[in-house]
């Protein structure tokens, strides 16, 4: 049947449908001998047929314990809980991940990053790294925990794909643009650097008519702190 993965028993809600379904599965029980393996011959009723059965998660609306963080922190939380699934499989599919260089797990380096956007005096939280580079750091681990977490998801194996996701669809997109909006000029050389070259795509700047092509020296010519 043309359901997603998570999605085995059809539409969301549909409880007739799914207990059809279920019942046809029991009744497999009863042959007289197996593997059985039967084509289901109902397929997604008609009504639901425009319904979209795309999305990131499987449908279930859980209630947000009590927490002392932000409403934006709260929502990336949330949302990064959401896809945590997805990026398991990814990580089982490949044996490998490129989350981690922040030493952070990843709801520290969300935490991190908001508290840096709602308060600029936050300073690291990790002894080896700067400020402006746990920065970077946090940013490219949220960054490849969403990318693969989408990877991993069926029709989105375009890289265009997922990237247009992160930056327009997702909380972090908005967090991230928020950030390098409120630090296009921020007088620490290496964060400025890292919010105007090297932390959204050029095109997705572009897509936005973001202003980005200030005259800036390289890097390594000026303090990191």
């Known amino acids: 049947m043309p359901y997603e993965l998570g999605r085995p028993l059809g539409k969301p809600n549909d409880k007739d449908f799914q207990n059809r379904v279920l019942r046809a599965c029991l009744e497999l029980l009863s042959a007289d001998s197996g593997p059985v393996l039967e084509d289901y011959p109902e397929d997604v009723p008609a009504e639901a047929a425009n319904d979209d059965m795309t999305g990131m998660v499987c449908p279930i609306d859980l209630p947000a314990p009590p927490s002392d963080d932000s409403e934006l922190v709260q929502n990336l939380l949330t949302e990064i809980g959401q896809i945590a699934p997805w ?31 709602e308060d600029p005096t936050t300073t690291s939280i990790v002894e080896k790294f700067k400020t402006g580079p746990l920065l970077k750091f946090v940013c490219e681990d949220l960054k490849a925990f969403y990318s693969e977490a989408m990877s991993a998801q069926p029709g989105m194996s375009s890289s265009l794909a997922v990237e247009n996701w992160l930056w327009n669809d997702t909380v972090l997109g908005k967090t991230l643009w928020k950030f390098r909006d409120e630090n296009l000029d921020h007088p620490d050389a290496y964060t400025q650097y890292f919010a105007r070259r090297s932390l959204i795509p050029d095109r997705q700047i572009h897509f936005k008519g973001a202003a980005h092509f200030e005259t800036l020296q390289p890097l390594d010519k000026q303090s990191a702190s």
């Open 87 to 117: 990026y398991q499989i990814a990580v089982q599919e490949r044996g490998r991940t490129t989350v981690g260089i922040s030493t952070l797990d990843i709801e520290d380096a969300a935490r991190f990053l908001v508290d840096f956007i």
